[in-house]
């Protein structure tokens, strides 16, 4: 039963060639290749569920229409796999069952075309659901081959299934091509939105209100971040995208639309691009009036369990060769006693930044003049214990210098009242008791001014109308903020966030 396959001397324009030639035989039939509407009753997989106990052999007179892509042509036409959304089935087209007509459109149809098809339900004796069709409608002819996996000498003759593309970067420029031959991303995809939703769904029990805030902002703002910029040409101003959905979000705590909100939208960091970064990203915030970061960490980890345990059936997963248990509650760890429990050091016995940095420095870490106190004890964290942290936990009470939007610990004014989620040596989270002081937001906001005119693009601007907001009052809120694309990468093992986003963004090609 010979399988069709693509002529390996032809090359993709020649291939495009012959098919456009098909495109002027169709035509000549008087057969539109690109249809306005086809009526589908059923999908593959309803169709597999409702006839899995139909015995081989056996055939019914339930009459379905059918549409797909046309994912393997065998014995010249006589059974083609049909591959819609849900899955695939066999379409059994016999001469006997088609007209004249049909069959000679029956032949012009290619690997990759879309199809739909009518016909009647039957097991085949070899025990393959089938539609024997006794009506085709082209729906729409591929001028272009799909790629074509590599197989062995054995099954060469018999075998050649279009999934699977070898170029990764192919893969990203062409999704719609990876998506069409490779299960596993539709499977990422279809996850991704379900992840999606069940966040929705669990914040709204909570009692949570979905906001919007505006992407196109006078400054950047709510983050340590370089921004993207672009220029309103109506209002003769130049405007950056944001970086992050903090500051609006809380300007509506303080408004008192609800004491309850969040917001899912893209960001844009114009920073490096890696594994877990992509200058375009999605984001969830979310604010809660009367909270502070404990009941943040009890909220964090109860919603990631709950939308683990609604997708994938579990809260206990596999991350490459890491188990990783998702089940609450989660370890809360300091971020000094952990760094103390690993080297030995006490950095709240260091006051002095310079003092700081040679110590980092003995313990081999790359830390940079100028730092400060904070930021040498954020680069000896991240160096030191990160990586470590495989199984899900909070590291709490960052240092007050690199968090300029937390609340001072109430028991150390050195420190503050922020914690990052780490899982998997990423951070997934990052969250705090909420800075509700204008005055002593006014100092950080000017510290962060200091620096950046030092250099340190990424520095915080001064924000007069967020100042303006807290002087009406804020109540005592916790805040937290999590990475949407890197929880897509957790939840369905992707090793790169390229692989969580349909469209990542790619360098321009020569």
């Not at 569920?49 to 019914?60: A, C, F, I, Q, R």
């Not at 049909?82 to 007509?101: R, T, V, W, Y």
């Not at 709240?348 to 003049?369: C, F, G, P, W």
Request: aromatic share 8%.
């Amino acid at each position: 039963m010979a399988q069709q396959t693509h002529e390996p001397s032809s090359t993709k324009e020649q291939i495009r060639q012959t098919r456009i030639q098909k495109l002027a035989d169709l035509a000549d039939k008087g057969v539109n290749p690109y249809p306005y509407k086809f009526e589908k009753t059923a999908d593959a997989a309803e169709l597999q569920e409702k006839y899995k106990d139909l015995e081989t052999g056996v055939e019914t007179e339930d009459k379905y229409s059918v549409a797909g892509r046309v994912m393997a042509i065998r014995n010249t036409g006589m059974f083609i796999d049909l591959m819609d959304a849900s899955g695939k089935i066999q379409i059994f087209s016999h001469k006997e069952n088609l007209s004249e007509e049909q069959i000679k459109i029956l032949k012009l149809v290619d690997i990759g075309d879309i199809v739909g098809f009518t016909g009647t339900i039957r097991r085949t004796p070899r025990g393959e659901l089938s539609i024997k069709s006794t009506e085709l409608t082209l729906l729409s002819k591929a001028l272009l081959p799909l790629p074509n996996k590599q197989i062995s000498k054995e099954k060469a003759e018999t075998l050649s299934h279009y999934h699977g593309l070898t170029d990764v970067e192919l893969k990203y420029r062409q999704r719609y091509v990876d998506l069409i031959v490779n299960e596993e991303s539709r499977d990422t995809f279809r996850k991704r939105s379900m992840i999606v939703q069940k966040v929705r769904e669990f914040l709204a029990k909570q009692g949570y209100m979905e906001v919007e805030t505006p992407i196109l902002q006078t400054m950047a703002s709510g983050a340590n971040a370089r921004p993207f910029t672009t220029h309103h040409n109506a209002l003769e101003m130049d405007l950056t995208l944001r970086i992050a959905l903090e500051l609006y979000l809380k300007r509506l705590i303080v408004g008192g639309i609800s004491e309850k909100v969040f917001e899912i939208g893209k960001c844009f960091r114009n920073e490096g691009i890696d594994t877990r970064h992509n200058p375009e990203f999605t984001m969830i915030e979310l604010y809660q009036a009367y909270a502070d970061y404990n009941d943040m960490m009890t909220l964090t980890e109860n919603m990631v369990a709950y939308v683990a345990q609604e997708v994938l059936g579990t809260t206990k997963i596999k991350y490459g060769e890491n188990e990783i248990d998702l089940t609450p509650p989660w370890d809360r760890k300091t971020m000094l006693g952990s760094i103390k429990e690993a080297t030995g050091v006490d950095f709240m016995e260091i006051y002095s930044a310079q003092q700081a940095i040679e110590t980092a420095r003995s313990l081999h870490v790359q830390v940079e003049d100028g730092m400060n106190w904070g930021q040498v004890v954020e680069a000896v964290f991240e160096e030191k214990i990160e990586p470590s942290l495989i199984q899900p936990c909070h590291i709490i009470d960052y240092p007050r210098e690199i968090s300029p939007l937390a609340k001072v610990h109430r028991d150390n004014d050195r420190l503050t009242e922020r914690f990052e989620t780490r899982v998997n040596g990423w951070e997934i989270a990052n969250a705090f008791s909420e800075l509700t002081d204008p005055i002593d937001q006014r100092m950080r906001f000017e510290a962060q001014a200091q620096a950046k005119a030092a250099g340190d693009e990424e520095a915080m601007e001064i924000d007069e109308d967020f100042i303006n907001a807290l002087e009406y009052g804020m109540p005592p809120t916790g805040g937290m903020g999590m990475g949407i694309d890197r929880l897509v990468m957790l939840l369905t093992n992707s090793p790169s966030i390229r692989d969580v986003i349909a469209f990542p963004t790619m360098k321009a090609k020569d």
